[in-house]
């Protein structure tokens, strides 16, 4: 009996029906999809435009039922992909201590959202309320937490830059107050040789909740060069002296040992380096030497250093 069933199953004119049967059902389905229906629906709430000087803490809801009225490919759609929708919250009332948005204008800003042929016919009929903090506002430096590994002969050509140098901070006064910059990740770079570029996550100092960054992240660069070093003898002037004295330096040039790039090395002349022994610095001891510091160097140079830093006088009178 069940091999007969079974032989009956096989036949074409069988095969056929189920066909039709399968095919008349989807019509039927794709029909009823087609009209028109009014039904309860959940929609997820993202709140935007806070009022100035405001931040939303807290809110009565995060999700909202509403009834719409769709065809039902609408509905379909909906129940496979959650739509979110957003409440302005410039248009924010208040009564006493309370925030709230109205059942009214919650629904005029939701049924704006809704589109392809979709019509909101009621909410819940509950007011939005709301909790906000006043907050301030103010720009910190942004610190660099980089450690950067040269190999040798390798340094970093001018300074690091961030961009950007600083973050406007915003929130509650008595978080914002204690903040006084905002440091970068701890991140090592070694065996530089060439120029970098990268972008570095900042780290909100602990303690900061319901503090918010203009920037999570900043772009930290810098050029690497070559470097070696020259030494250049540079001549010692002697400032405030008194009239009618004249001194006689012993050297009267002293070497500076000058850390740059190949480049700018070949380019330096003593001209561009200044050093000064300052003669009222003899009241503050009786030996016949004078300090000498270096008071001018090039911006674009690594490094100067003034190998012996005084030299021995003697005065002669006019």
Not at 158 to 184: F, M
Not at 191 to 199: C, K, N
Request: proline letters at 4%; one cysteine or more; a neutral charge.
């Amino acid at each position: 009996m069940i091999q007969k069933v079974k032989n009956i199953l096989k036949t074409r004119k069988v095969k056929l029906f189920f066909l039709f049967l399968l095919c008349s059902g989807l019509a039927w389905f794709i029909n009823n999809l087609s009209d028109r229906y009014a039904s309860t629906t959940s929609f997820e709430i993202t709140y935007v435009n806070p009022p100035d000087s405001m931040m939303l803490v807290k809110a009565s809801k995060t999700d909202i039922d509403v009834k719409i009225e769709a065809v039902g490919f609408r509905f379909l759609g909906l129940q496979l992909f959650k739509k979110d929708l957003k409440i302005d919250l410039s248009t924010v009332q208040k009564e006493g201590s309370t925030f709230f948005i109205s059942p009214q204008d919650c629904k005029k800003q939701l049924d704006r959202q809704l589109k392809g042929g979709t019509r909101l016919l009621e909410t819940d009929g509950d007011s939005l309320l709301f909790e906000f903090y006043h907050v301030i506002s103010k720009k910190v430096p942004v610190i660099s937490q980089l450690k950067l590994d040269f190999p040798q002969n390798y340094l970093l050509d001018g300074v690091l830059n961030i961009e950007p140098d600083s973050v406007t901070v915003k929130g509650p006064k008595n978080e914002v107050s204690a903040i006084v910059e905002i440091q970068t990740a701890k991140t090592e770079l070694t065996d530089l040789t060439a120029d970098f570029s990268m972008q570095v996550a900042l780290v909100a100092p602990s303690g900061m909740q319901h503090t918010t960054f203009s920037d999570n992240a900043v772009l930290v660069k810098g050029g690497v060069s070559r470097f070696s070093e020259k030494v250049l003898s540079v001549p010692v002037t002697v400032v405030n002296l008194p009239e009618g004295v004249l001194v006689q330096t012993f050297p009267n040039a002293l070497d500076v040992l000058v850390k740059a790039n190949l480049e700018v090395l070949k380019e330096l002349k003593p001209s561009d380096f200044e050093l000064v022994a300052d003669y009222d610095s003899v009241s503050q001891n009786n030996q016949n030497v004078l300090g000498v510091k270096l008071v001018q160097k090039p911006k674009y140079i690594h490094a100067a250093n003034v190998l012996k830093n005084q030299v021995d006088y003697i005065l002669k009178r006019e």
